[in-house]
């Protein structure tokens, strides 16, 4: 048996929502996805195969949030993949292979952005609504289905909006976070304490205006 055989338990587990994740399931999930990847660096294809089935919603997921663009999701996590497996021969198990996998995913989108401002391009609205609720997590505490989180964490700072998504969202310790954002741990705090009351003062400035916009 493979070594990624034997560490394919916590596959399943990824089903589970990023909220729904208990703490031990979170760190089985690390210890798997490390293992996996030490087994494909050297050459093993099931690990492979395991590693991006297992890490491709974080991934996506963070991309998705930290990007300018929803719509470009899929492809910057197919970016950052293909990066990773390019740099697999570096990694040495130091970190989580989702710490090292979403440090991938962060490069990724910085040059998005890079290429993106070489190149501007306008998207349409009623498209970013609708990519914005599709790429939503439902059920999070403190957030109504009506309102796009995307939307609202766009208008957040870029250091607060990455430090909220890496820790609320992805569920990954304030000290990874940190280590991904290279600050110190707290930093990380302050910066998700403060994406929280702009986000909760947001969502409070929605419900206020609703009230207005029905009546008109």
Do not use: K
């Not at 790429?135 to 999070?140: K, N, S, T, V």
């Amino acid at each position: 048996m493979s070594a990624a055989s034997s560490a394919a338990s916590p596959v399943a587990s990824d089903t589970t929502p990023h909220t729904a994740r208990t703490r031990d399931e979170r760190t089985a999930l690390d210890e798997s996805t490390t293992t996996w990847a030490l087994a494909a660096r050297a050459g093993d294809p099931e690990a492979v195969e395991n590693l991006v089935r297992a890490l491709h919603r974080d991934v996506r997921h963070f991309v998705t949030y930290l990007s300018a663009d929803p719509q470009a999701a899929d492809d910057l996590a197919q970016d950052t993949f293909l990066r990773a497996l390019g740099s697999l021969h570096r990694f040495e198990g130091r970190s989580s292979a989702r710490t090292w996998l979403l440090s991938i995913a962060r490069r990724a989108v910085i040059d998005s952005y890079r290429h993106a401002s070489a190149r501007p391009r306008l998207l349409d609205t009623d498209d970013w609504q609708a990519a914005a609720e599709g790429a939503q997590e439902r059920g999070l505490p403190g957030f109504d289905d009506g309102i796009a989180l995307t939307e609202l964490l766009d208008a957040l700072p870029a250091e607060r909006r990455e430090a909220f998504v890496l820790t609320q969202l992805l569920g990954l310790p304030y000290a990874e976070a940190a280590e991904l954002g290279d600050c110190p741990v707290g930093t990380v705090r302050s910066r998700v304490a403060r994406a929280r009351s702009a986000l909760i003062r947001s969502l409070h400035d929605a419900d206020r205006a609703e009230p207005l916009s029905a009546a008109a």
